[in-house]
């Protein structure tokens, strides 16, 4: 299963309230911080997805809502008491600071390249955020 299915796999059942039954323990939080997470998760997603055929420019907007969307979770209170979050943030500060480090002339092909360890690192700092809560209805 590739890291990306697995994001979305465990946003899935963050969203649905991880009925899996697993004895993880989880953190309840309200709706609106799963959706910013979820968002949040998509962004990732679409950033990621972006194939070498893609124009900087496209690469750079998917970023900016990407970083939006992040920004949006480092400002939700529900999100960020839990322990998970903290590798989330360095995860994204290492991702944020090696992509405003391209030069505006990278291509998409380069910027993945460049970046590929960074946001391998925030994917899974995602994931284990998102796998640590339960969305409350």
Avoid at 1 to 17: C, D, F, H, W
């Amino acid at each position: 299963m590739t890291l990306q299915r697995g994001l979305a796999l465990a946003a899935v059942a963050a969203l649905l309230g991880n009925v899996s039954g697993s004895a993880q323990t989880t953190t309840a939080i309200p709706a609106a911080s799963c959706l910013r997470l979820n968002h949040t998760a998509q962004a990732v997603t679409a950033f990621n997805n972006l194939g070498p055929q893609a124009r900087s420019a496209e690469a750079r907007a998917t970023f900016a809502l990407l970083r939006s969307s992040e920004q949006a979770l480092q400002r939700d209170p529900a999100l960020t008491k839990l322990a998970a979050m903290p590798a989330v943030q360095a995860s994204w500060q290492s991702l944020d600071k090696a992509f405003s480090s391209l030069p505006d002339s990278a291509s998409v092909g380069v910027m993945q390249q460049q970046l590929h360890g960074q946001k391998q690192a925030y994917r899974q700092a995602l994931n284990g955020l998102i796998v640590s809560i339960t969305c409350q209805p």
